[in-house]
């Protein structure tokens, strides 16, 4: 699990709300926690002001394969 899914799910937040809170697509939200894109700087902060710097850091999204969050089994 990346680490920005990881914190959303923290947050209790729809990839649609953070989304609008970061100015982007749920698309494109969904993309950059499956790793099909990179988020830019300037997203990567909005995206931690967006859920809150105590849940994530903008070198957590910009280099996500550095901080691969296990997969909580239920």
């Not at 300037?42 to 997969?71: D, K, N, Q």
């Amino acid at each position: 699990m990346t680490p920005l899914r990881h914190a959303r799910k923290r947050k209790n937040m729809t990839q649609s709300a953070l989304a609008r809170s970061a100015g982007v697509s749920q698309a494109h939200i969904s993309a950059i926690e499956t790793g099909r894109c990179s988020a830019s700087a300037e997203l990567a902060e909005r995206l931690v002001h967006a859920i809150g710097p105590s849940l994530i850091s903008e070198a957590e999204i910009l280099y996500p394969e550095r901080f691969r969050i296990a997969r909580e089994t239920h």
